[in-house]
């Protein structure tokens, strides 16, 4: 069941998530900079994407491997037992 959720769609979603916001950050510093060549966008456009396709690559073999993440698991409620929702 899990697999279905987390399929390919889910990680070109979650690379994308990653990189758009990332090269917008990049391109408004390079901005920022008073630099805005189409060099330093493409740049920034590289950069985002290695950066993204780091930052996915490593949740994937997290997912793969089935290894707990300390990050995911604070951000869940905890139960208190004999407690129902």
């Not at 279905?4 to 917008?24: C, D, H, Q, S």
């Not at 900079?33 to 189409?38: L, Q, R």
Request: proline share 6%; with cysteine; aromatic share 10%.
């Amino acid at each position: 069941m899990l697999e279905e959720t987390m399929g390919t769609l889910f990680w070109i979603k979650r690379y994308l998530l990653a990189a758009v916001p990332l090269f917008a950050i990049l391109v408004a510093v390079e901005w920022a900079k008073g630099t805005t060549a189409p060099a330093d966008i493409g740049s920034a456009a590289i950069w985002a994407a290695v950066a993204a396709a780091i930052f996915t690559g490593a949740a994937w073999n997290r997912y793969r491997k089935a290894l707990a993440c300390p990050a995911c698991d604070a951000a869940l409620p905890k139960r208190t037992p004999g407690k129902k929702r």
